[in-house]
């Protein structure tokens, strides 16, 4: 019954750089964002230190174990 939904990813185009390609994507102008993707409730798509400035909410990697 207690099964943790399996996490499932996808990418979202990062707001910081629209795509172009920034130290926050990777360089990759996209990020993994936990699916469905969301934009970041803080800044709304903005970027602020929440969505580690990709505008998106439940960014992989930096808030996950
Ligand atoms: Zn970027
Ligand atoms: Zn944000």
């Known amino acids: 019954m ?14 910081h750089c629209e795509g172009a390609g920034c ?4 360089k990759t102008g996209y990020v993994l964002v936990q699916a469905p993707a969301c934009k970041c409730r803080h800044c709304e798509g903005d970027g602020c230190i929440y969505c580690g400035f990709t505008g998106w909410a439940g960014l992989k990697g930096k808030y996950d174990e």
């Not at 399996?6 to 979202?12: F, I, L, P, R, T």
């Open 23 to 26: 130290i926050y994507c990777d």
């Open 2 to 15: 207690e099964t943790p939904p399996s996490k499932c990813y996808e990418k979202a185009r990062c707001n």
